[in-house]
């Protein structure tokens, strides 16, 4: 890694940036990553497009156009994401939005769209996914431009809802946690079909901008029909101090076992890597996450 990349935000996350993040559960913030990091990760996807991870999932099914990946903690796999989740400038950012004052590394997530794929990622709150409790935030990095009409959405203030909905898989529609066990949860609303009864809030971006939502915010994204080019993107997921173990109907995706945590008990171990502070470089053997044979993830 070159030591020059930066390590906290090309600019600073301002007071209004927090604010917005505050308010609506969203906020786009441009040119704050170096463009090395981006071409870092690139060539992780390269090498997760080249063999598709233990976790990854083909969202596209047979006749359906294009062709829509996506993976799951790829940081376990490859070193450019290791790289980015730990010494990256994400952890500085997730900081000051959550104004928390440790964060934690939760996972990484992969999202790889070609030119011609109709599929959508469904609408979703990510956080009913996760047995996690308390605040955490994602942030996702487009690695190619991308244009309204292929973009990520949000629903503004639906973080702020006091709602959690039953996940569903993209792939299919099925319930994560089976039809039956889903009780606890709402059903996500039809927001494709009433668009209008929405404030959806959707950017083109660039290479080195983000997209930083709370980990309950309303979202969901469009197809790559129009673009001439795959769409890249790689999601990062952040907890913030209040993140505690939970326990869902159950497993999640992904799903953690083997790191000893009962639920209730504050997400703070090697298992989920304090990366925030940061006093110098993280070095991945320094954590249970990425040397401890016995922890299971599975998606
Ligand atoms: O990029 C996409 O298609 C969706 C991203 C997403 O839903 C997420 O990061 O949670």
Redesign the pocket.
Known sequence: MNPAMNKEPVHPVTEDDVRTFRRDGVVRLEGVVDLEWIELLRRGVDKSLAQHGPLSTVQTRDGEAGFFLSDICMAQQHEEYREFMLNGPAPAIAARLMDSARINFFAD?L?V?DSGTAKR?RW?Q?QPFFWVDGHMC?I?FPLDSVALDSA?EVVRGSHRWGKQYAPELSKDGRELYGAAKTASFERMPDISAEREKFDIAAWPVEPGDCIAFDGLTV???AGNVSGERRRR?V?TLWLAEDARYAERPSPGRPHFEGHGLKPGQAMDSGYFPRVWPRAGRLEPQGYARFSDPDLRITN
């Open positions: 997530t999202w769209k990622t979703h990510d994602v996702w990520l979202h969901g994204a993107a999601s």
